[in-house]
């Protein structure tokens, strides 16, 4: 099994940070920049990056939610919770 984790946001002395790739020839493989927000939008997922934090989380349909932060788990989910939430048919599989 494998893991990876990415960023796309960072604040260095509260200053925000965009962080990104986007490899010179090969644009399919560029990433977001900044935090992105995830919302529905007339019942079809949809995203927005390059926004602030703050403004990412501004957003009331903002479908997601922080679960770890300085070190220590917000929320926690078992596995039986992630399955019946994707098979509820919010998001596809």
Same mark, same amino acid.
């Given at each position: 099994?494998?893991?990876?984790? =990415?960023?796309?946001?960072?604040?260095?002395? !509260?200053?925000?940070?965009?962080?990104? +790739?986007?490899? +010179?020839? *090969? %644009? &399919? =493989? $560029?990433?977001?920049?900044?935090?992105?927000?995830?919302? %529905? !939008?007339?019942? +079809?997922?949809?995203? +927005?990056?390059? &926004?602030?934090?703050? *403004? #990412?989380? #501004?957003?009331? !349909?903002?479908?997601?939610?922080?679960?770890?932060?300085?070190? =220590?788990?917000?929320?926690?989910?078992?596995? =039986?919770?992630?399955? $019946?939430?994707? !098979?509820?048919?919010?998001?596809?599989?």
């Amino acid at each position: 099994m494998g893991v990876a984790v =990415k960023a796309t946001y960072c604040e260095i002395d !509260n200053k925000p940070v965009f962080i990104f +790739k986007a490899p +010179k020839g *090969e %644009e &399919l =493989k $560029a990433s977001h920049k900044g935090c992105v927000a995830v919302y %529905e !939008n007339g019942g +079809k997922i949809e995203h +927005k990056d390059q &926004l602030t934090w703050q *403004e #990412a989380t #501004a957003n009331e !349909n903002q479908l997601l939610k922080p679960v770890f932060a300085d070190g =220590k788990m917000l929320v926690e989910h078992t596995l =039986k919770e992630i399955r $019946a939430r994707i !098979n509820g048919g919010l998001f596809d599989v």
